[in-house]
Every structure is written in structure tokens, then in C-alpha cells.
């Protein structure tokens, strides 16, 4: 990194491709060629938001999974008369599981390239979810959930990273927090397609409720013939031309392509002697220096702390939530669900119009505070609702349930959620970036699958009002986690960035830097230019 640091310092790489005389006439050609037109400029800006769209396709398979077990475990049970401990293996195996497909999709999109991993996640995943449509055993429906889960790992871990590097500096942050909306907008048909199909025989209705998540694969299919390659992945494999012709199709000008281009192949390292191979990657994030152990924190733990704090477990658990609040009936139970996925869409793209205006450690503040006040709420109102019956009726129980429910998914989605993708894709430099992003995976992966296996058994111990309780105790920790372990990103890009974290400058202290308060509410142009 120091390297790569001396070389953002003191000019061109001497690796570079171009030689110094050939980038300086190439920049001028450019600079004096006329300034792209508005509608060109806007063309070319839907064109990247297209592709993040398309990228982000895959949270959809992730969203839906997670949304539609919740209530399809309902059905399960009566129809394959699964026991306790076997719900909470099929609903937590699939988060285990994907970070197999992360780590492997690390390496994978590596190899060819990031958009054809995405394809491949998505070919598995289809797999998987037809087996499990059809499974006529909970044997049979584990060996389909397991591919799924690996499908799942795979487009979710390289999603991110493909649209953090076609993106621009000023729109990074909306761009690569799509994917957290398209989860949110799975996990919200998941929870319709609950509530359509719950009438249906619970024979066939959660072979339906699974069988319709086959359906965005199938749009990643034909996304992969739309969208680009990245441009960072093209310098890597020093496929310079194919490169320009990228960023061609998504800058605002030809003399910001030979900026980027330079940017990118500084960062990159074109040659044989910086180019690190898999192993030599791995043990820089094994054996990592201080910069790298800042970005190790910062990436990985914000994925950590996303799952820990129980945003899964009240996903996957909400029916078991609800009911404990006092709901009855299996449609009233799926009805409040959908409720809680409708918060949760809607509060997303509340935190997308704000992300590279207010920034990212702001948001971060509001969501930790408001999931730890929700998260103490909920268990207060279980706790009520089970022992102090007398001094409220059940139907203000239940309502102060759901409002708590609604409350923490809103509150996770205004911050924690759509932020950890956009960090866990930006802290780390193009070297290690697919490996510490499938770390990260790993960790965030673990901690959901280790969360919501256990869920209901120490519910069982502690009760449900119990978990929440514990649940709020860990969010005041990601507080704090926040505060020391958190820099402001907003309006970098990916080489300042490594820049940031090279010279550890604005990581002391965690606070939010005085120039980006600053900026809070007018716009920096010469941020959004910088690719």
C-alpha cells in the first residue's frame, strides 16, 4: 500500500502503460475536444444508474428468501411436520451457507470477471429454488436451501463491488446502497406473496411462495447482455482499450475518462510485479498492516454489527413476534409482516435521497440510536404483554409491537442497512477489495446464521421479550462502534479513500469532519466529476 500511496503522491506510476509524453497529449486532445452535450451527459448518467439497477438484482433473491421463509415455515411445518430445531436449521443454514458462495465469489470474480459471477450466483441460486419448490422432504428441501444459500453468497458478495466501481464519487453512495433497497424489496414480496398465497392448501402454498423467487434470476440472465464489464476489473486484466470504451459509456466527459483511467491504473498497478496473487492477498488481510487493520474494522465491522443487532432474526421471526404479542390467526400474523416490509421499502429510499448529502456517519448515529430505543421498546411491550396484562388492554400490546417492530426495520434502513454495503465496498483498495469484501461477508454471514438458529431456542430460555432486551444491549455497543471505528467517506473516491486510510489522519477520534458538515446541504461539483 505504501507503494501505491507513493505513487497517488508523486505522479504517474512507473509502471504505467502510457508513457508520460502519450497520457499529457491524450489529456489535451481531450480537454480541447467540445464539452459533452446535456443530453448526452444525462444519457449517460441513466446508463450507469441502469447497470447499478441490474447489479442489484441479485439482493432481490437475498430479500426474497429472507421474507417469504417467514411465512412459508408456517405452512412447512404442517405440511413436512418439521420439528422446532429443524426451523431453526433451515431458516438460519442459508446465511452459513452464502458466505461459502462469498468467499469463493471473491476469487471467482476475480478470475471472470464481475458481472459473469453475478450470473453464475444467479444459476445456482435457480437451481436451488426449484428443488426446494418441489422437495417432497425436509432432507430434499435442505439440499435445495443450501444451493440457494451459495447462489445467494455469490451475486450478493460481488453486487456491491461491481457497482462501487462504475459509480462516481458523488453518487457512490446512493448507487451502491441499491442493493439494500432491492433486499428491502424482496423481503416486501416475500411478505405479499405470504399474505397471496395463504389460502391456498398448505399443501402447494409454500411451493408457490418459493417457486415466484425463481422469477429475478431469470431478469439477471438477461441483465448480463446489458451491462458492462468494470472498468477497474478490465485495467486489472490490463484490457486498457476495453476499459475506455466503459468509462466512455459512463463519464460526463473524454477528459474525465484519462482522469479515471489514470486513477484506476495507479490504484490497480499494471504490471506483473504489483499484480498480487490470491495468496499474497489473503495474507496482507491476515498479517495486516495499520491501514489495512483500519479498513478491516471498518468494512468488516459494520457487517458484524448489521447482524448481531437482530434485524434477521425480527425478519425471519416476525410471525413468532407477533405472535407472542397476543396476534392469533395466520393472515393476521402475515398481514403485520407485511407492514413491517413495507416500513422497511419505504424507509430505504428515505436513507438513498440522503446518503451523499448528509453523509454516512451521520445516518449511522440516527440508526444505531433509534434500533437500540426500538429494540428496548419491543422488549418492554412482550414484557407487558406477559406480565402485566392489567395494566393495559391487549390490543395496546400488540400495537406497541408492531409500532416497535416497524420502528427498528425503519430505523436499520435509514442507516445500518444500506450503509454496510456502501462501506464494505468503498474502504478497501482495488487489490483487496473482492477478498475484504467476501471477509466481511464471511463475518456478516456467520453472525445472521448463528443469530437465527439460535433465536427460537433461547427465546425458549430467556423468552422473546428477553432476546430484545439483549438485542438493544448490542446495538448501544454499535454506538459506539460507530463513533471510534467509522471515517466519513462521502464525496471521495475509492484512491482518496486508501488515501485516507494510508495516512490515518481522519480515523483518529471518529468524528464527522468539519468539511462535510459543511457540505450537508450544497453540493460539491468537482466531487461528483471524480470517478
Given at each position: 500500500m505504501a507503494d501505491a500511496g507513493a505513487a497517488v503522491n508523486g505522479g504517474r506510476n512507473k509502471y504505467a502503460v502510457l508513457d508520460r509524453s502519450e497520457e499529457q497529449e491524450t489529456k489535451l486532445d481531450a480537454q480541447r475536444r467540445p464539452p459533452v452535450p446535456e443530453s448526452e451527459r444525462r444519457r449517460r448518467e441513466r446508463f450507469v444508474f441502469a447497470c447499478a439497477v441490474f447489479a442489484s438484482l441479485n439482493a432481490i433473491l437475498l430479500g426474497y428468501d429472507v421474507g417469504?421463509?417467514?411465512?412459508?415455515?408456517?405452512?412447512?411445518?404442517?405440511?413436512?411436520?418439521?420439528?422446532?430445531?429443524?426451523?431453526?436449521?433451515?431458516?438460519?443454514?442459508?446465511?452459513?451457507?452464502?458466505?461459502?458462495?462469498?468467499?469463493?465469489?471473491?476469487?471467482?470474480?476475480?478470475?471472470?470477471?464481475?458481472?459473469?459471477?453475478?450470473?453464475?450466483?444467479?444459476?445456482?441460486?435457480?437451481?436451488?429454488a426449484v428443488i426446494m419448490t418441489f422437495a417432497p422432504s425436509f432432507t430434499v428441501l435442505m439440499i435445495g436451501r443450501l444451493l440457494a444459500g451459495v447462489g445467494i453468497g455469490f451475486g450478493a458478495m460481488v453486487s456491491g463491488v461491481y457497482i462501487a466501481e462504475i459509480s462516481p464519487a458523488g453518487a457512490r453512495g446512493t448507487l451502491t446502497s441499491l442493493p439494500?433497497?432491492?433486499?428491502?424489496?424482496?423481503?416486501?414480496?416475500?411478505?405479499?406473496?405470504?399474505?397471496?398465497?395463504?389460502?391456498?392448501?398448505?399443501?402447494?402454498?409454500?411451493?408457490?411462495?418459493?417457486?415466484?423467487?425463481?422469477?429475478?434470476?431469470?431478469?439477471?440472465?438477461?441483465?448480463?447482455?446489458?451491462?458492462?464489464?468494470?472498468?477497474?476489473?478490465?485495467?486489472?486484466?490490463?484490457?486498457?482499450?476495453?476499459?475506455?470504451?466503459?468509462?466512455?459509456?459512463?463519464?460526463?466527459?473524454?477528459?474525465?475518462?484519462?482522469?479515471?483511467?489514470?486513477?484506476?491504473?495507479?490504484?490497480?498497478?499494471?504490471?506483473?510485479?504489483?499484480?498480487?496473487?490470491?495468496?499474497?492477498?489473503?495474507?496482507?488481510?491476515?498479517?495486516?498492516?495499520?491501514?489495512?487493520?483500519?479498513?478491516?474494522?471498518?468494512?468488516?465491522?459494520?457487517?458484524?454489527?448489521?447482524?448481531?443487532?437482530?434485524?434477521?432474526?425480527?425478519?425471519?421471526?416476525?410471525?413468532?413476534?407477533?405472535?407472542?404479542?397476543?396476534?392469533?390467526s395466520d393472515q393476521e400474523l402475515l398481514a403485520a409482516t407485511v407492514a413491517v416490509g413495507f416500513t422497511k421499502t419505504v424507509f430505504i429510499l428515505v436513507a438513498i435521497f440522503l446518503i451523499d448529502k448528509v453523509g454516512r456517519k451521520p445516518l449511522l448515529y440516527v440508526s444505531t440510536i433509534g434500533m437500540t430505543a426500538c429494540l428496548f421498546l419491543l422488549g418492554v411491550a412482550l414484557t407487558l404483554q406477559k406480565h402485566a396484562m392489567g395494566l393495559m388492554s391487549p390490543r395496546v400490546g400488540i400495537d406497541l409491537a408492531i409500532f416497535a417492530v416497524c420502528g427498528n426495520v425503519a430505523f436499520f434502513s435509514i442507516g445500518m442497512g444500506p450503509i454496510c454495503w456502501v462501506l464494505s465496498s468503498e474502504v478497501f483498495p482495488l487489490r483487496l477489495r473482492a477478498q475484504g469484501s467476501a471477509l466481511g461477508q464471511v463475518g456478516g454471514r456467520v453472525s445472521s446464521g448463528l443469530v437465527s438458529m439460535s433465536f427460537l431456542s433461547m427465546a425458549r430460555a430467556i423468552s422473546v421479550a428477553g432476546m430484545f432486551f439483549l438485542f438493544a444491549a448490542i446495538s448501544t455497543i454499535s454506538v459506539l462502534f460507530v463513533y471510534f471505528c467509522v471515517p466519513e467517506t462521502k464525496g471521495k473516491t475509492l484512491e482518496q479513500i486508501e488515501m485516507m486510510f494510508e495516512s490515518g489522519d481522519e480515523w483518529r477520534g471518529g468524528e464527522i469532519e468539519l468539511e462535510d458538515t459543511q457540505h450537508l446541504i450544497p453540493s460539491n461539483d468537482k466531487f461528483v466529476r471524480l470517478g
Open positions: 417469504v421463509m417467514s411465512g412459508c415455515i408456517i405452512y412447512m411445518q404442517k405440511d413436512l411436520h418439521i420439528t422446532e430445531f429443524q426451523q431453526e436449521i433451515l431458516v438460519g443454514c442459508l446465511s452459513v451457507v452464502s458466505l461459502l458462495g462469498s468467499l469463493s465469489g471473491g476469487r471467482t470474480s476475480d478470475a471472470i470477471g464481475r458481472k459473469w459471477t453475478m450470473g453464475l450466483g444467479a444459476i445456482v441460486f435457480q437451481l436451488g439494500e433497497i432491492c433486499i428491502n424489496l424482496g423481503i416486501l414480496l416475500g411478505y405479499v406473496s405470504n399474505y397471496a398465497f395463504s389460502g391456498l392448501s398448505e399443501h402447494i402454498n409454500w411451493r408457490i411462495m418459493l417457486g415466484v423467487g425463481i422469477l429475478p434470476s431469470v431478469f439477471i440472465g438477461f441483465a448480463l447482455f446489458v451491462i458492462p464489464e468494470s472498468p477497474r476489473w478490465l485495467m486489472m486484466e490490463k484490457r486498457v482499450s476495453e476499459a475506455r470504451a466503459v468509462l466512455l459509456q459512463i463519464s460526463e466527459s473524454e477528459a474525465e475518462v484519462e482522469e479515471r483511467l489514470a486513477e484506476i491504473e495507479e490504484a490497480a498497478g499494471l504490471m506483473k510485479s504489483m499484480k498480487s496473487e490470491d495468496k499474497e492477498v489473503w495474507r496482507e488481510l491476515l498479517n495486516p498492516s495499520p491501514a489495512v487493520r483500519r479498513m478491516l474494522y471498518a468494512g468488516c465491522g459494520i457487517q458484524l454489527f448489521q447482524q448481531i443487532t437482530g434485524i434477521d432474526a425480527t425478519v425471519y421471526y416476525s410471525p413468532t413476534i407477533f405472535k407472542d404479542a397476543g396476534i392469533k
